[in-house]
T-cell receptor
């Protein structure tokens, strides 16, 4: 099992540019989560999907952020336009079926917006 | 979901047991206790979880008090590689999200 795979590992971009983060969940998992981690705010849930359908996006900071899950094996988090305050580590996690299944995280994408 | 309280930091000598406490006095009957850890620059790693009985796996043991208002994660023989931030989280088994607090920074000393 390869675990949750995120790409890229690092992204450096200029303010105003579009950024797309990618995630491949563990095969067979039916829930997918996007988190953001900063020193100031810790680990925050942005959005999660169940069976490819967005369930709760209340953590998405503003309309510049969007997430999609076109199929069970792929999700994207897009920021357009990016701003320096979006600099953070973005984690994707997936969770299997079963009421108490734990989350499994990827190793994150470190985003720097200059 | 119920909130948890953890000490911000702890030290442990290499080879000794590390006992990390967590208070969750408002836990409800159907909420599980989950433990994760995060080693610098990596994603959080699942360790163990339980409902009311004590649990053990290859990584750690989880001791939950009878009233379920607190729990302890035990790393039986801590190594330097166990230095990490440890998060205690409670949530319903059917809930699809877990809220992470500040955690405990465990430093294993040589």
């Amino acid at each position: 099992d390869a675990g949750v795979i995120q790409s890229p590992r690092h992204e450096v971009t200029e303010m105003g540019q579009e950024v797309t983060l990618r995630c491949k969940p563990i095969s067979g998992h039916n829930s997918l989560f996007w988190y953001r981690q900063t020193m100031m705010r810790g680990l925050e849930l942005l959005i999660y999907f169940n069976n490819n359908v967005p369930i709760d996006d209340s953590g998405m900071p503003e309309d510049r952020f969007s997430a999609k899950m076109p199929n069970a094996s792929f999700s994207t988090l897009k920021i357009q336009p990016s701003e320096p305050r979006d600099s953070a580590v973005y984690f994707c996690a997936s969770r299997g079926r079963g009421g108490n299944s734990p989350l499994h995280f990827g190793n994150g994408t470190r985003l720097t917006v200059t | 979901d119920a909130k948890t309280t953890q000490p911000p930091s702890m030290d442990c000598a290499e080879g000794r047991a590390a006992n990390l406490p967590c208070n969750h006095s408002t836990i409800s009957g159907n909420e599980y206790v989950y433990w994760y850890r995060q080693i610098h620059s990596q994603g959080p790693q699942y360790i163990i979880h339980g409902l009311k009985n004590n649990e053990t796996n290859e990584m750690a043991s989880l001791i939950i008090t009878e009233d379920r208002k607190s729990s302890t994660l035990i790393l039986p023989h801590a190594t330097l590689r166990d230095t990490a931030v440890y998060y205690c989280i409670v949530g319903e088994g059917s809930a699809r999200q877990l809220t992470f607090g500040s955690g405990t920074q465990l430093t294993v000393l040589p």
